[in-house]
């Protein structure tokens, strides 16, 4: 059983979603004496973090090269992984259910004409050889029993159901070049990297959050929060609102219609919590909310939570850190 699976690069390196993928790819493949995990990288071969991918037990890399794909091209990479994996006689292919994995693998499944199993937590073969999978729902508030019959299983896997471990003994990482077929339909859509850049975690990555709502009062109130943030090696999210009203980016935006993130810690400052908002928040580690109101929905979904005027306590904790660090 040869289990395909997508890896994202973070600076260089396999970005923490990814090896939690390949975590869940190592387990799929190992419920066969033969199999094995094989990693697809969109990009030249001397960029592949072998080293980091030896760790994980993947024996075989590819590097898919092309001077085509100069960007991110989600029809084209999704053409890429279904000419490899049926080169490989690949059982399963596996991503990370990030926005770039979830996109390319909903194309894999367009171009192929099979199911895709989205964030999945869990994955085995049951007696009757079919693929019994387990699966978050609603945000992860609720997990789902399935089965999937497909002649070649497409799984995302939920960005934090799984925690990233490395293999029992490193494996020798081959890297190879890989030049897919692609035709001029499959560049029709591309994304070039964006000049602006920000320093440290993505928020989809960040294992803090500081989120800000409403109650912030306005885009000069997030200067504390930005602070707070980069005292705990952090990065800020907004509630929907807060885009809204154009305090700022929505590239920021935490929520159903934003990014759903799962960090250690979320601390949520003047957010209400309506239920778009903690559809993106619901999967994190701990969630303390800082609330002016005890009643407010959030409230209920925290793990602690500080009934008092963020504009006093952020300051409050900013300083107490400072003070700790002799900052």
Not at 112 to 138: D, E, F, I, K, Y
Request: glycine share 12%; proline share 4%.
């Amino acid at each position: 059983m040869t289990v395909l699976c997508l890896v994202e690069l973070d600076g260089g390196g396999v970005a923490d979603v990814s090896l939690r993928a390949l975590t869940f790819a190592r387990a799929l493949a190992a419920e066969s004496s033969s199999g094995g995990v094989a990693a697809v990288v969109f990009g030249p071969a001397d960029a592949v973090p072998a080293a980091e991918l030896s760790a994980y037990g993947v024996a075989d890399a590819y590097a898919v090269e092309s001077p085509q794909l100069t960007g991110y091209a989600p029809l084209a990479w999704a053409r890429a992984l279904a000419g490899l994996a049926d080169e490989l006689s690949a059982t399963a292919v596996a991503a990370a259910g990030t926005d770039h994995g979830s996109e390319v693998m909903a194309h894999l499944g367009s171009i192929t004409g099979l199911p895709v199993a989205a964030n999945c937590a869990a994955a085995g073969r049951n007696a009757a050889g079919t693929l019994q999978l387990v699966r978050h729902r609603w945000a992860g508030s609720l997990l789902e029993d399935c089965v999937l019959e497909a002649s070649r299983a497409l799984l995302t896997v939920a960005v934090d159901a799984v925690a990233p471990a490395v293999a029992e003994a490193p494996v020798a990482t081959s890297v190879q070049a890989y030049q897919p077929a692609l035709e001029e339909a499959d560049l029709r859509v591309r994304a070039v990297e964006s000049a602006e850049r920000s320093a440290g975690a993505s928020l989809a990555t960040a294992r803090v959050v500081v989120g800000g709502g409403r109650g912030v009062g306005g885009p000069e109130g997030f200067g504390v929060l930005e602070d707070l943030a980069g005292l705990l090696g952090g990065v800020v999210g907004v509630s929907r609102v807060v885009t809204s009203e154009g305090w700022r980016p929505h590239k920021q935006q935490v929520g159903q219609t934003g990014t759903r993130i799962s960090p250690e810690l979320y601390l949520a400052c003047g957010i209400s919590g309506a239920i778009q908002h903690m559809a993106g928040c619901l999967s994190a580690k701990h969630i303390v909310a800082v609330n002016t109101d005890p009643d407010a929905p959030i409230i209920s979904h925290a793990d602690y939570a500080v009934i008092g005027d963020l504009n006093e306590v952020i300051p409050a904790l900013v300083a107490a850190i400072r003070a700790r660090d002799g900052s």
